[in-house]
């Protein structure tokens, strides 16, 4: 059982930007990591991922706005998230991929 738990999220301004952190309590460094999100009303979408190897991979919404990152030597994933706009309000989560168990997430929430 990997436990997964999620911070940064709050409330920002569109054009506004959050850093996110997962920390995982075990370690995930040959694993592909990702930040999925989950907006009112709709299905959870992968955000971005991150492989073992470094590749990064971007849902096209948020291409050039977000960044993730990750340091497996302190079994946490990032996702530093710039030009906010209220599209991108929902409760973000990080997973491996595919994912797991789901932890809490983190509410990001982003008014015009």
């Known amino acids: 059982q990997v436990n997964l738990v999620e911070s940064g999220g709050g409330w920002v301004q569109a054009g506004g930007s959050l850093r996110l952190s997962c920390t995982a309590s075990v370690q995930f460094a040959g694993r592909t990591m990702g930040w999925y999100r989950q907006a009112p009303g709709k299905q959870r979408e992968s955000v971005a991922l991150?492989?073992?190897?470094?590749?990064?991979r971007y849902a096209d919404s948020v291409k050039g706005r977000f960044t993730i990152s990750r340091d497996s030597s302190r079994r946490t994933l990032y996702l530093q998230m710039n030009s906010l706009s209220p599209e991108d309000t929902a409760v973000y989560y990080c997973n491996k991929k595919p994912p797991g168990s789901w932890g809490q997430g983190t509410q990001v929430t982003v008014s015009s």
């Open positions: 991150a492989t073992a190897n470094g590749e990064t």
